[in-house]
Structure formats: structure tokens, C-alpha cells
């Protein structure tokens, strides 16, 4: 009965590939969102997704794109992976508004060799 | 733009002394704010907001606007408090987290 599920949880790749990191939400929310977490542990947004309206963070390079096929889940896909982009991945989902409980996943911790 | 400033990235204390892990942000609306927490080995999870004015695990936090503070206290620590805690803020309507750096709090037995 996870919340919000992330899969993989773990996934090495070499540079060059593309990837793919799934997210679902059975808590009815609208709002999804990736956050990644680098190695100094700072947690920073990537993307929000609202009702089919995605806001992107401006300093995430294109490389990233969301897919959300419908409003349980907000797919990541990754081209050409570099070693910087290694880090964990957390995907999260909320109801709308300033003011509400975000749920996050476990996390997929992307190493790029 | 808004910003969370975490000043301590390591936090040790012995149990039962009291603890504070400080958080100031920067904001020029009203903003949301809140504490999240991610125990080793599990998911972040909310702690604490400031709307809701509670006590959970027995931490507080009180909105300071005047020193744009939202510091996180507990009296008494517990070796099950050690963790890395997040201070976030998110703007009015819209959902998206600005999380401070983090602070990993140790509690000494």
C-alpha cells in the first residue's frame, strides 16, 4: 500500500545511455513533482506537474523530460546521461496548494559510470 | 526569489539535552513553511508546518516574520531523533518545496 513508488531503486548506467525512472501515486493527488538530491544531500526541484501543466525548472538542462500519462504518474526520462547527473532521484505528489503534505517516494539513486 | 538557509550541516547533541536546529529564509510574500525529516533508511516525511501549530515526536517551530526564522526546537532529544531534517518553504498556491541544505542532527546515548 506504498504511496507514492518509485522503480528502479537503484540504476547504474554508463554515460551516453538513456534512461527511464518510474513514479506511481495511488493518494488521488493532482500534483506530482521530481526533486533530486545530489551528493551533498541538497534537495532542489526539478519539475512540478499539475493537472496536465507542466512547470519546469528553468537550471534543468533539456536532457530531462517528464511524462506523465495520466495524473497517477510522472515518468522521468533522461538522454544522454552524464557523470553529473548522478545523484538520487525523488519523485513526490501532493493536493494542490502552498500550504499541503508532500508524500515522497524511496528515492532512485542514479549512478552514471 | 526565495531562499532556506540552513546554517548547520552537522548538529550533535546528548540525549536529553535540549536542541535547535535553526532555519531563516528569504521571501517577499508570505510564505509556507515547513519541516521535513528522513530518518535513515526511510523517505522524507513531513514532520511539521507551520499552519498547523503542533507538536509532533515533540518538536515545535515557530514562524518568526520578523527575523524570517522558523527554527526547530525540542526540549529533550532522543537517540531516535537523529536524522537529517529539511526546513522547506513553498509559496502561497502553489505547491513546489525550496528545501534548505539539511541538517543531520546526532543524538549521543
Known amino acids: 500500500d506504498t504511496a507514492v513508488s518509485q522503480t528502479p531503486k537503484y540504476l547504474v548506467t554508463q554515460m551516453g545511455n538513456d534512461k527511464s525512472i518510474k513514479c506511481e501515486q495511488n493518494?488521488?493527488?493532482?500534483?506530482m513533482y521530481w526533486y533530486k538530491q545530489d551528493s551533498k544531500k541538497f534537495l532542489k526541484i526539478m519539475f512540478s506537474?499539475?493537472?496536465?501543466?507542466?512547470?519546469i525548472n528553468e537550471t534543468v538542462p533539456n536532457r530531462f523530460s517528464p511524462k506523465s500519462p495520466d495524473k497517477a504518474h510522472l515518468n522521468l526520462h533522461i538522454n544522454s546521461l552524464e557523470l553529473g547527473d548522478s545523484a538520487v532521484y525523488f519523485c513526490a505528489s501532493s493536493q494542490p496548494g502552498g500550504d499541503t503534505e508532500a508524500f515522497f517516494g524511496q528515492g532512485t539513486r542514479l549512478t552514471v559510470v | 526569489a526565495q531562499r532556506v538557509t540552513q546554517p548547520e550541516k552537522l548538529l550533535s547533541v546528548f540525549k536529553g539535552a535540549p536542541v535547535e536546529l535553526k532555519c531563516n529564509y528569504s521571501y517577499s510574500g508570505s510564505p509556507e513553511l515547513f519541516w521535513y525529516v528522513q530518518y535513515s533508511r526511510q523517505r522524507l516525511q513531513l514532520l511539521l508546518r507551520h499552519i498547523s501549530r503542533e507538536s509532533i515526536k515533540g518538536f515545535t517551530a515557530d514562524l518568526n516574520k520578523g527575523e524570517t526564522s522558523f527554527h526547530l526546537k525540542k526540549p529533550f532529544a532522543q537517540e531516535e531523533d537523529s536524522a537529517m531534517y529539511y526546513c522547506a518553504l513553498s509559496r502561497p498556491t502553489l505547491g513546489r518545496l525550496y528545501f534548505g541544505r539539511g541538517t543531520q542532527l546526532t543524538v549521543w546515548p
Open positions: 493518494l488521488g493527488h493532482d500534483t
Open positions: 506537474y499539475n493537472n496536465k501543466e507542466l512547470i
